[in-house]
């Protein structure tokens, strides 16, 4: 079993619409806690990143929130853009840069 | 210009083939990465090159072969090809291990062994 869980694994809403995607992780011990968006046929980009003693970070209309203490993520997409059709994985780092567990990510699609 | 460049964007090859796939990063970063990506989308590391020190996931078939000539290149050279390579790689840097450091991906290689 993966551990790092994300849902749901593809939301479909219309442009201008908020969303919420949820990540729940078993990983342990944790570092920090990431969001990447990643474009059909690109490589991720990191949009967030949470040690496991913040609670929330934005990034624009991106806001990453994390409880350390139910191994939970979200993140939530105000105003959402055409252009924010995208993967988004969550990412649990244990100790450094070389013990990452990512999700599967959720598939995001904005229509007009 | 891209920060971090990979070479071939496509590669078709037949099995049992050798072939290297090229990583470049511009950012003077420490560490490198490769990453293969399978059909189920799940991102799963391959190998970290940082200061000259490689540090390999057990998984790895060792007919995967990381060579860096210098600190701004990392490639990947795969033997003996199977089918079951067949995925998107991806290369990746960061200024270096640390947690806290992002890693800025490069756009992917689509490899397809038939």
């Known amino acids: 079993k993966n551990q790092v869980e994300q849902s749901p694994q593809s939301l479909i809403i219309l442009e201008g619409k908020n969303c919420t995607l949820q990540c729940n992780y078993t990983v342990s011990p944790f570092s920090n806690l990431r969001w990447y968006k990643q474009d059909t046929g690109r490589g991720p980009v990191s949009l967030t990143i949470?040690?496991?003693?913040?609670n929330t970070k934005s990034n624009g209309r991106y806001t990453a929130t994390l409880d350390a203490d139910t191994k939970q993520s979200s993140l939530h997409i105000t105003a959402s853009q055409l252009s924010d059709s995208a993967s988004y994985i969550c990412v649990v780092i244990r100790y450094n840069n070389n013990d990452m567990r990512f999700g599967a990510g959720t598939r995001l699609t904005v229509k007009p | 210009d891209t920060a971090v460049s990979q070479t071939p964007k496509y590669l078709v090859t037949q099995m049992g083939n050798d072939k290297s796939i090229k990583c470049e990063q511009n950012?003077?970063?420490?560490?490198m990465y490769w990453y293969k990506q399978d059909s189920k989308k799940f991102l799963k590391i391959m190998f970290s090159y940082n200061n000259k020190e490689l540090i390999i996931n057990e998984t790895v078939p060792n007919r995967f072969s990381p060579k860096s000539p210098d600190k701004a290149h990392l490639n990947l050279h795969i033997n003996s090809l199977e089918l079951g390579d067949s995925a998107v790689y991806f290369c990746a840097s960061s200024h270096n291990l640390a947690a806290q450091e992002t890693q800025y991906f490069g756009p992917g290689t689509r490899l397809l062994v038939l």
């Open positions: 950012l003077g970063h420490d560490t």
């Open positions: 949470m040690t496991f003693s913040e």
